[in-house]
């Protein structure tokens, strides 16, 4: 597959020799409308935030350029009594999060790349895979939600290092998620705050402890 770059480069693009890392927080999105978050950081993996960012994507085999889809910097703070020692202590922990809306009409593969602009100058990503459409155990927006088995801090004889990498670990781990569907609203957070290549699972789990103390209990 041509290198999506080659054709923003014949649009008059400035390219530079270090191109930022584009970490993204899906694999796979829908034809339409689908949400894409990611995170930019520089090759020493720290966060390029509060800049312009617009996403192009190519379809394999094709020589079709669609974009730019423009992305807007999200915050991830939170108020310090739910700020994670996790999260303080990583110099690398997403401040932001990109995200934008992709339009991709056809299900197939793609490559999708982040261009910023940095310095007066239009700097393009390396381009990463891309899944759209086609078979996919992850449910749509509107879907029904699977009954799954979580695991709480009983289920683990109270060793709830077992199944949280925070430090301190969170209070979500009290109830299983298939005994609490239908019954009550839920959030239900897929993160590991020290193991997350992009480096957003541990501000995520911080803004999810937050909105929890938010929460009157139903």
Do not use: W
């Amino acid at each position: 597959t041509r290198d999506p770059v080659d054709e923003l480069m014949q649009r008059g693009a400035t390219m530079a020799i270090t191109r930022p890392v584009l970490a993204p927080t899906v694999s796979v999105v829908g034809t339409g409308s689908d949400r894409y978050g990611f995170g930019l950081f520089d090759r020493a993996r720290k966060q390029i935030a509060r800049t312009p960012v617009a996403l192009y994507v190519e379809r394999s085999g094709s020589r079709k350029v669609t974009g730019p889809f423009l992305a807007r910097d999200l915050p991830l703070a939170v108020k310090p009594a739910f700020q994670s020692e996790t999260v303080a202590k990583d110099p690398d922990a997403a401040k932001s999060l990109y995200v934008t809306n992709l339009q991709i009409k056809k299900a197939g593969d793609y490559a999708v790349l982040g261009v910023a602009k940095l310095d007066g100058r239009l700097v393009a990503t390396d381009p990463i895979y891309l899944k759209v459409g086609g078979p996919s155990q992850v449910p749509n927006v509107g879907d029904q939600a699977p009954v799954i088995d979580t695991p709480t801090v009983k289920s683990v004889g109270g060793d709830v290092s077992k199944i949280d990498t925070r430090t301190p670990p969170d209070s979500m781990h009290d109830v299983n998620f298939r005994d609490v569907i239908g019954k009550k609203p839920i959030i239900l957070v897929f993160a590991t705050p020290a193991l997350c290549q992009s480096r957003v699972c541990g501000p995520v789990v911080d803004i999810a402890e937050e909105v929890k103390s938010e929460t009157k209990p139903g």
